[in-house]
């Protein structure tokens, strides 16, 4: 158990319906990330918080998706209108930060998205 | 755009034997290398990592070097272990950016009995 929770780990929906996902990090890391991963493929960077700021996103992340982490502790990503293609684990991910560099990734069980 | 690869999509060695596993990268600018290990159904537990100014580092029976010059590092575990049966991805971030780790896309790992 690495501290981070996720929640639902598995979600089944039917193309075109809206999902959320949740995930609280470790309580004292203030930088929270959010990866994809499909089958065969490594994770893929999404998006990623620092507090209640999101810093960075990637191209993967359309504008069906979005994150927040309104508090700067548990963080949401939702998709709208959902596709087939976005089908994936979902992984949620976090470190300490406060300036420090090389420091590893906490990552969650993930949520698993099966899209009909 | 691929940076880093891991070419070997899945490897058998039998238990107490060594098993290698390899990545490649192409971005020059990475500077801290790691190494999770990921079982069915949860997320990637971090197992080693090593920063750039050192070639080698080690703990317990997993090894992972590093070769700057051929972007190329390594894990080596041994003895291996039927519990070390997983998927192994290889990741790397550049200085400064620790936002920006990318990973390998795994090399599924079975250690058979």
């Known amino acids: 158990d690495t501290g981070v929770s996720q929640n639902p780990r598995h979600k089944i929906t039917k193309r075109g319906q809206n999902v959320t996902f949740r995930c609280d990090p470790i309580?004292?890391?203030?930088?929270l990330y959010w990866y994809r991963q499909t089958l065969g493929q490594g994770p893929e960077f999404l998006t990623y918080?620092?507090?209640?700021?999101?810093?960075?996103k990637s191209r993967l992340l359309s504008d069906r998706f979005s994150a927040e982490r309104p508090k700067g502790s548990f963080s949401t990503l939702e998709i709208q209108r959902t596709e087939q293609g976005d089908s994936a684990m979902y992984l949620c991910?976090?470190?300490?930060?406060?300036?420090?560099?090389?420091?590893?990734?906490?990552f969650g069980s993930g949520t698993q998205l099966s899209v009909l | 755009d691929q940076q880093v690869k891991q070419n070997s999509p899945s490897l058998s060695v039998q238990e107490g034997r060594i098993s290698i596993l390899n990545c490649d990268y192409t971005n020059s600018m990475f500077d801290y290398f790691l190494w999770y290990k990921k079982y069915p159904a949860e997320g990637p537990t971090f197992l080693i990592s090593i920063s750039s100014i050192k070639d080698k580092n080690e703990d317990g029976r997993f090894t992972v070097f590093l070769n700057k010059s051929a972007k190329h590092l390594s894990l080596h575990i041994v003895p291996s272990q039927p519990g070390d049966s997983a998927v192994y991805f290889c990741a790397a971030s550049p200085p400064d950016n620790n936002n920006d780790m990318r990973f390998g896309a795994g090399t599924r790992l079975t250690v058979k009995p």
């Open positions: 918080f620092q507090n209640e700021a999101q810093l960075e």
């Open positions: 991910a976090c470190r300490r930060g406060h300036g420090a560099t090389n420091e590893k990734l906490f």
């Open positions: 309580s004292e890391h203030n930088r």
